[in-house]
């Protein structure tokens, strides 16, 4: 509850609260807080008080602001480590989330120049371009474009290309898998993003890029993720 009495301000007391709230269950998932008003007039607090507690909270992604509609607790976040190097459907499975892709294009095309250099192939050598949407829950969380040699992962098709890559190339294929490197970086939504997201235009995003090795060092898959960064945080730990 609010101290008036406590040399901590009173927005950030308001904003503690309003976390336990959230973590305890009293406010679950989606559902639309009180008003300004509503918390002014139960905490006898001034709305202004109020506003800035939840703009914090705003930015620290515990709730979102829905114009016309309110503010809302936000969905918890998918956290991935970084550390590890695993598909987008074992990363959903292995938190109790149902994953699925909505395939938007299933293409065999040329390698332009850039595509070639990072899969240390030939320009003009045949590459699947696929773009999904991937789903967690039914809930949109990345639109994804993978370009992966033909040469090297023969036989994908439209069916078996919406399920796990990494999956069909170990098990089918009998390939094994080692490492990848990947590049985050932030930017925002545009017209297309939100669209295909179900987000705002100008919302915060993470553009990743990452390809993927065999064992013997060759590339075979490049993907560029884009990713709600309201759905979505990598974690890092980092030891001396």
């Known amino acids: 509850m609010i101290n008036k009495n406590s040399p901590v301000p009173i927005y950030h007391q308001l904003e503690e609260y309003i976390k336990q709230q959230i973590e305890t269950g009293i406010l679950r998932e989606e559902a639309v807080i009180p008003s300004e008003r509503e918390f002014a007039e139960v905490f006898q607090i001034s709305r202004m008080t109020v506003r800035q507690a939840i703009n914090n909270l705003v930015l620290e992604g515990y709730l979102t602001r829905q114009k016309g509609k309110g503010t809302f607790v936000s969905k918890k976040k998918v956290e991935q480590e970084l550390q590890g190097m695993t598909s987008f459907t074992e990363d959903m499975l292995s938190r109790g989330m149902n994953p699925s892709s909505t395939l938007l294009s299933f293409q065999i095309i040329p390698a332009d120049k850039n595509t070639a250099l ?50 069909y190339i170990e098990q089918h294929l009998s390939l094994s898998i080692s490492e990848a490197t990947q590049e985050i970086e932030a930017s925002i939504a545009d017209s297309d993003d939100a669209e295909t997201l179900e987000i705002n235009i100008g919302d915060p995003i993470l553009l990743i890029q990452r390809i993927s090795y065999l064992q013997d060092g060759i590339p075979f898959e490049l993907v560029k993720s884009t990713f709600r960064a309201d759905r979505y945080r990598f974690v890092h730990t980092m030891k001396r």
């Not at 030939?122 to 474009?145: C, F, H, Q, W």
């Not at 040699?149 to 919406?162: A, F, K, Q, Y």
Request: net charge negative.
């Open 118 to 167: 990072d899969l240390k192939i030939e320009d003009n050598d045949s590459v699947y371009k696929i773009k999904r949407i991937r789903l967690a829950d039914g809930a949109p969380m990345a639109l994804e474009t993978a370009y992966i040699p033909v040469e090297i992962v023969p036989g994908l098709t439209e069916e078996n290309s919406n399920l796990s890559l990494y999956q």
